[in-house]
């Protein structure tokens, strides 16, 4: 349940940070590299397993416990549609706050900070309707693609169509 | 000023209180208990609420409300009979009063004409009974009390001195001393005032003995730093003058407030001089008292403006004035007694034809009115508390509960065996925690009377719109539920209720002509029955005609045209959304969102609703409703691998299924047999999606009662134990999960759904019906 040390290695980017720039927590699932906007990142914490909930999509892990709260648990994997991941110790569990709800999001790792432009945001090339549902947007940062993830897009749609 | 501000929120709290107190009292006189104390009750609710009102500034409701008192007390002391129609315009009264309440507490101002007609109405009647009845009262009786009490400043303070340099301003008729020549001085002690006596009412039988002044005595009332709202510190000397007058008629007087003041009285010689520096017609000293008794308790509230025409007005002495008025906000120790006022009635003239003492009509009541209060006190020992307070200490006696089992659980035999006493404090421990989780429930727990005491009006207007004949029944209204619960429980009443008497209860000559009595009766009763609170609501109408309301289900596609329903699925129907039976639509009920509203509010609340109905006999709706919402006694199950509760109230028994009898209906679902009947069996983990064992034996049976002693019978993996849960909501950051009521948090820490088992059953009945 250890939180990762994230501020360490802070100091001189957040110098960096102009306002026109964006800081991104960047995360990977397998080789892909998504990131969210800082500000939103509540906790992140390991992952220690959920109560799964009946009559939702397989993407929704089930709900945990944050400190008497109720919190769920969105498979980010499952839901760009690469199936379950299966979960160990060493997977992360973002929490984050989309509008007035605080949800979690299981990914493979915590990789970085990244402060990017908002120039540098690129929009996400037609074609893939997953991606273009999911994603805001694509930067690049290292010569790596970073998806800029759309948390209202990942959270909906959970439930079972009757 | 913040101050100021708890003050009003103070003020409103009461208001609400009063408000509701009015209701309960109408609700009586209508029902023709119109005994003085009822009369006295209300007179008190609309009085204090005028007295806050007046302090706060907001003038409309004083006015209003002072109307209205002024025509309650010419009911009280019998110059108008308090007929149905008298009634009917004091509930509209009561109305107009919680409007002008609302608006000044939202801070919205109401149209400048509003409630004028009633006024007008009250005038009308005061007028007209008046008239040739009382001198005193005259022709205007309404300008009597609407008089402009000019403030004159005088220094009470050397009140002799004053006399002298202000020989103009009073008339000082000479006092004659004669035979019967009394006089009283009344210090009141701080008790007098708990016990919601006044005054006033004193003063007013003491004018009814004789020819009265009165003299207020402020020598006591310190600086207006040093003031203290609720101290007392104002004493009255009384000069009473009447040739038949005994000693024993003024103790009389004094009976009910014996022991909470200090009275001396004293018949005077031929020395009796009156130094008295106010002197006022009997007729105002009633107003002259109130006004000096609420500029002592209000004093610290007045308002600015009023403050201002205080001080503008004063004529003696003129140089003080304006110091006053400048240094009022950087003097804060200003004596009291140099803001006092007296009073100087606007048209002297009328002042000598008003002196004549008022007839005592009113003296019957008024010892009534004492005694009540008296007793009524004694027993009221409260204080407010916030309701966030009270919250956060639930909270932490959920969490308390909560540990407490977990560490119960940690128990084991080994454990149990080598330490004894430990087991022994655990005990105590349970047995106290159980005991203050109850303690600080019943704190918040509220007689369900606040809401009941609404309905009877509610039925007079829709017997009034419908024209129907109505009588209510309200049993069991001192039941305590949980606040939250019953904060919830107002809007669905209103709307069963309006069913009953709009859908339920026929016209009063379709009644005679099937040998019911024309008056229908409507009942609404409520009853602890083990963990639950049931609230029935019930009449003797034409009961549901289900014919029509399967039909019109069918039409609006709410059942399949196929489905097979049984009676009691039927009447469950009128709680589906969008469902409404009225044939004509009326303003009161019918546009289909009632009886949907009822279900999905008392949903919310964990409780259940259940209808029956009987053909030409009447209907019964019966919400069950949990004691408490915070502490949950629960079943801890297992389906699949994961934890899940199922609330003990909803559990009637727990089989195991090898023991358990299952048939097969033709359709090819399992049915459980019980004791003769056949129920309906869901098995969680197939309902749930999830990987259980399929091997039947190990499994257990979880016989439950939904709605309406419907049972259904969930299959669970395994059963764990039972214990206290605290219900968390998923929707705060999730959504709504069918067949879930919501989560808890386990003593591990881990996360278990509780079971919606209404919820479940209802799934079923839609899937089977669509």
Same mark, same amino acid.
């Given at each position: 349940?250890?939180?990762?040390?994230?501020?360490?290695?802070?100091?001189?980017?957040?110098?960096?940070?102009?306002?026109?720039?964006?800081?991104?927590?960047?995360?990977?699932?397998?080789?892909?590299?998504?990131?969210?906007?800082?500000?939103? +990142?509540?906790?992140?914490?390991?992952?220690?397993?959920?109560?799964?909930?009946?009559?939702?999509?397989?993407?929704?892990?089930?709900?945990?416990?944050?400190?008497?709260?109720? +919190?769920?648990?969105?498979?980010?994997?499952?839901?760009?549609?690469?199936?379950?991941?299966?979960?160990?110790?060493?997977?992360?569990?973002?929490?984050?706050?989309?509008?007035?709800?605080?949800?979690?999001?299981?990914?493979?790792?915590?990789?970085?900070?990244?402060?990017?432009?908002?120039?540098?945001?690129?929009?996400?090339?037609?074609?893939?309707?997953?991606?273009?549902?999911?994603?805001?947007?694509?930067?690049?940062?290292?010569?790596?693609?970073?998806?800029?993830?759309?948390?209202?897009? +990942?959270?909906?749609?959970?439930? +079972?169509?009757? | 000023?913040?101050?100021?501000?708890?003050?009003?929120?103070?003020?409103?709290?009461?208001?609400?209180?009063?408000?509701?107190?009015?209701?309960?009292?109408?609700?009586?006189?209508?029902?023709?208990?119109?005994?003085?104390?009822?009369?006295?009750?209300?007179?008190?609710?609309?009085?204090?609420?005028?007295?806050?009102?007046?302090?706060?500034?907001?003038?409309?409701?004083?006015?209003?409300?002072?109307?209205?008192?002024?025509?309650?007390?010419?009911?009280?002391?019998?110059?108008?009979?308090?007929?149905?129609?008298?009634?009917?315009?004091?509930?509209?009264?009561?109305?107009?009063?919680?409007?002008?309440?609302?608006?000044?507490?939202?801070?919205?101002?109401?149209?400048?004409?509003?409630?004028?007609?009633?006024?007008?109405?009250?005038?009308?009647?005061?007028?007209?009974?008046?008239? &040739?009845?009382?001198?005193?009262?005259?022709?205007?009786?309404?300008?009597?009390?609407?008089?402009?009490?000019?403030?004159?400043?005088?220094?009470?303070?050397?009140?002799?001195?004053?006399?002298?340099?202000?020989?103009?301003?009073?008339?000082?008729?000479?006092?004659?001393?004669?035979?019967?020549?009394?006089?009283?001085?009344?210090?009141?002690?701080?008790?007098?005032?708990?016990?919601?006596?006044? %005054?006033?009412?004193?003063?007013?039988?003491?004018?009814?003995?004789?020819?009265?002044?009165?003299?207020? *005595?402020?020598?006591?009332?310190? %600086?207006?730093?040093? #003031?203290?709202?609720?101290?007392?510190?104002?004493?009255?000397?009384?000069?009473?003058?009447?040739?038949?007058?005994?000693?024993?008629?003024?103790?009389?007087?004094?009976?009910?407030?014996?022991?909470?003041?200090?009275?001396?009285?004293?018949?005077?010689?031929?020395?009796?001089?009156?130094?008295?520096?106010?002197?006022?017609?009997?007729? #105002?000293?009633?107003?002259?008292?109130?006004?000096? =008794?609420?500029?002592?308790?209000?004093?610290?509230?007045?308002?600015?403006?009023?403050?201002?025409?205080?001080?503008?007005?004063?004529?003696?002495?003129?140089?003080?004035?304006?110091?006053? @008025?400048?240094?009022?906000?950087?003097?804060?120790?200003?004596?009291?007694?140099?803001?006092?006022?007296?009073?100087?009635?606007?048209?002297?003239?009328?002042?000598?034809?008003?002196?004549?003492?008022?007839?005592?009509?009113?003296? %019957?009541?008024?010892?009534?009115?004492?005694?009540?209060?008296?007793? =009524?006190?004694?027993?009221?020992?409260?204080?407010?508390?916030?309701?966030?307070?009270?919250?956060?200490?639930?909270?932490?006696?959920?969490?308390?509960?909560?540990?407490?089992?977990?560490?119960?659980?940690?128990?084991?035999?080994?454990?149990?065996?080598?330490?004894?006493?430990?087991?022994?404090?655990?005990?105590?421990?349970?047995?106290?925690?159980?005991?203050?989780?109850?303690?600080?429930?019943?704190?918040?727990?509220?007689?369900?009377?606040?809401?009941?005491?609404?309905?009877?009006?509610?039925?007079?207007?829709?017997?009034?719109?419908?024209?129907?004949?109505?009588?209510?029944?309200?049993?069991? /209204?001192?039941?305590?539920?949980? $606040?939250?619960?019953?904060? @919830?429980?107002?809007? %669905?009443?209103?709307?069963?209720?309006?069913?009953?008497?709009?859908?339920?209860?026929?016209?009063?000559?379709?009644?005679?002509?099937?040998?019911?009595?024309?008056? &229908?009766?409507?009942?609404?009763?409520?009853?602890?029955?083990?963990?639950?609170?049931?609230?029935?609501?019930?009449?003797?109408?034409?009961?549901?005609?289900?014919?029509?309301?399967?039909?019109?289900?069918?039409?609006?596609?709410?059942?399949?045209?196929?489905?097979?329903?049984?009676?009691?699925? *039927?009447?469950?129907?009128?709680?589906?959304?969008?469902?409404?039976?009225?044939?004509?639509?009326?303003?009161?009920?019918?546009?289909?969102?009632?009886?949907?509203?009822?279900?999905?509010?008392?949903?919310?609340?964990?409780?259940?609703?259940?209808?029956?109905?009987?053909?030409? $006999?009447?209907?019964?709706?019966?919400?069950?409703?949990?004691?408490?919402?915070?502490?949950?006694?629960?079943?801890?199950? $297992?389906?699949?691998?994961?934890?899940?509760?199922?609330?003990?109230?909803?559990?009637? /028994?727990?089989?195991?299924?090898?023991?358990?009898?299952?048939?097969?209906?033709?359709?090819?679902?399992?049915?459980?047999?019980?004791?003769?009947?056949?129920?309906?069996? *869901?098995?969680?983990?197939?309902?749930?999606?999830?990987?259980?064992?399929?091997?039947?034996?190990?499994?257990?049976?979880?016989?439950?009662?939904?709605?309406?002693?419907?049972?259904?019978?969930?299959?669970?993996?395994?059963?764990?134990?039972?214990?206290?849960?605290?219900?968390?909501?998923?929707?705060?950051?999730?959504?709504?999960?069918?067949?879930?009521?919501?989560?808890?948090?386990?003593?591990?820490?881990?996360?278990?759904?509780?079971?919606?088992? @209404?919820?479940?059953?209802?799934?079923?009945?839609?899937?089977?019906?669509?």
């Amino acid at each position: 349940m250890e939180a990762l040390g994230l501020r360490d290695d802070m100091g001189d980017k957040s110098a960096l940070a102009a306002h026109n720039s964006l800081q991104l927590i960047a995360f990977s699932i397998g080789e892909q590299t998504y990131g969210v906007e800082i500000t939103t +990142v509540r906790e992140i914490r390991a992952w220690n397993g959920a109560t799964p909930l009946p009559n939702t999509r397989e993407f929704v892990r089930g709900v945990i416990n944050l400190r008497g709260t109720i +919190v769920p648990i969105f498979d980010l994997r499952a839901r760009f549609g690469d199936g379950q991941t299966t979960p160990t110790k060493n997977h992360v569990v973002v929490v984050m706050s989309v509008g007035d709800k605080w949800v979690g999001i299981l990914v493979d790792a915590v990789s970085d900070i990244l402060t990017v432009s908002r120039d540098d945001i690129h929009n996400v090339p037609e074609g893939n309707s997953i991606d273009t549902e999911l994603l805001n947007g694509i930067v690049t940062h290292d010569s790596r693609m970073v998806g800029l993830i759309d948390l209202h897009a +990942v959270v909906s749609g959970a439930k +079972v169509d009757a | 000023m913040s101050d100021l501000d708890d003050f009003k929120a103070t003020y409103f709290d009461e208001c609400s209180e009063l408000l509701t107190e009015l209701e309960e009292q109408f609700a009586a006189i209508e029902a023709g208990e119109r005994d003085a104390d009822r009369l006295n009750a209300v007179f008190r609710a609309i009085h204090s609420i005028k007295g806050g009102a007046g302090a706060f500034g907001f003038s409309a409701l004083v006015g209003f409300a002072h109307a209205y008192e002024t025509l309650l007390d010419y009911v009280r002391d019998g110059r108008i009979e308090l007929s149905d129609d008298v009634v009917v315009l004091c509930i509209r009264a009561n109305d107009i009063v919680a409007d002008h309440v609302k608006a000044a507490q939202t801070g919205d101002a109401l149209p400048a004409e509003y409630g004028l007609d009633e006024k007008a109405r009250f005038d009308a009647l005061a007028r007209g009974d008046s008239i &040739g009845d009382d001198d005193d009262s005259g022709g205007e009786p309404m300008d009597e009390f609407d008089i402009d009490f000019t403030p004159v400043m005088v220094r009470l303070d050397a009140a002799e001195d004053q006399s002298e340099e202000l020989p103009d301003t009073f008339e000082m008729p000479p006092m004659q001393a004669e035979a019967g020549h009394w006089e009283i001085r009344f210090t009141p002690y701080r008790a007098l005032y708990a016990r919601a006596n006044d %005054p006033l009412l004193l003063f007013r039988e003491l004018a009814a003995l004789g020819e009265m002044h009165v003299r207020a *005595i402020l020598g006591e009332v310190p %600086p207006l730093s040093d #003031f203290e709202p609720f101290a007392v510190y104002c004493s009255w000397e009384i000069t009473l003058v009447s040739a038949t007058l005994t000693e024993a008629a003024i103790r009389e007087v004094f009976e009910f407030v014996d022991g909470d003041c200090d009275i001396s009285i004293v018949q005077v010689g031929s020395q009796g001089t009156a130094s008295a520096a106010i002197i006022a017609p009997p007729a #105002f000293v009633d107003a002259e008292l109130a006004r000096l =008794r609420s500029q002592e308790q209000n004093l610290m509230a007045l308002a600015d403006d009023e403050m201002g025409e205080l001080l503008s007005f004063t004529p003696e002495p003129a140089p003080a004035a304006p110091t006053i @008025q400048d240094n009022f906000e950087a003097a804060p120790a200003l004596s009291f007694a140099e803001l006092a006022e007296t009073i100087q009635p606007k048209a002297a003239p009328q002042t000598a034809a008003k002196a004549n003492p008022p007839k005592p009509t009113l003296v %019957p009541a008024a010892p009534a009115d004492g005694e009540e209060s008296h007793g =009524r006190s004694v027993g009221v020992q409260s204080i407010r508390v916030d309701l966030d307070k009270v919250d956060r200490v639930v909270n932490m006696v959920g969490e308390l509960v909560i540990t407490q089992s977990m560490l119960t659980q940690q128990m084991d035999e080994t454990l149990r065996a080598r330490y004894t006493e430990l087991v022994r404090g655990l005990e105590v421990l349970a047995q106290t925690t159980r005991g203050l989780q109850d303690s600080v429930m019943a704190i918040r727990a509220q007689p369900v009377k606040s809401v009941f005491s609404r309905m009877p009006r509610l039925v007079r207007e829709l017997a009034n719109k419908t024209g129907k004949r109505i009588k209510l029944e309200t049993i069991g /209204e001192n039941t305590e539920i949980d $606040k939250t619960v019953i904060e @919830q429980l107002s809007d %669905p009443l209103t709307h069963m209720i309006r069913n009953s008497a709009d859908h339920g209860i026929e016209t009063p000559e379709k009644r005679s002509a099937m040998g019911k009595p024309e008056i &229908g009766t409507v009942r609404l009763s409520a009853e602890q029955a083990g963990g639950n609170i049931l609230i029935v609501v019930e009449d003797d109408g034409a009961g549901i005609n289900r014919e029509r309301v399967l039909q019109l289900a069918r039409d609006k596609g709410i059942v399949a045209p196929d489905a097979n329903l049984s009676d009691e699925q *039927i009447d469950q129907l009128i709680f589906a959304p969008g469902f409404s039976t009225a044939e004509a639509l009326s303003d009161i009920s019918g546009r289909g969102v009632g009886m949907d509203v009822v279900l999905s509010n008392i949903k919310k609340i964990g409780g259940s609703v259940h209808v029956r109905s009987w053909t030409g $006999k009447g209907t019964r709706m019966t919400l069950r409703l949990p004691l408490t919402l915070a502490v949950l006694d629960v079943m801890l199950v $297992k389906v699949g691998e994961s934890p899940y509760v199922v609330p003990l109230s909803s559990i009637v /028994e727990t089989i195991q299924c090898s023991r358990a009898s299952f048939e097969r209906v033709p359709s090819g679902e399992r049915v459980l047999q019980v004791r003769g009947e056949y129920v309906q069996v *869901i098995d969680l983990a197939q309902r749930f999606n999830m990987a259980g064992g399929s091997a039947h034996d190990d499994r257990f049976v979880v016989l439950c009662e939904a709605e309406g002693s419907h049972k259904v019978a969930l299959i669970v993996d395994d059963i764990i134990g039972q214990q206290q849960v605290v219900i968390k909501s998923l929707e705060e950051n999730f959504e709504r999960v069918d067949g879930i009521a919501g989560g808890t948090i386990l003593g591990d820490g881990n996360v278990a759904l509780i079971v919606d088992v @209404q919820g479940l059953k209802t799934a079923i009945v839609h899937k089977n019906a669509a």
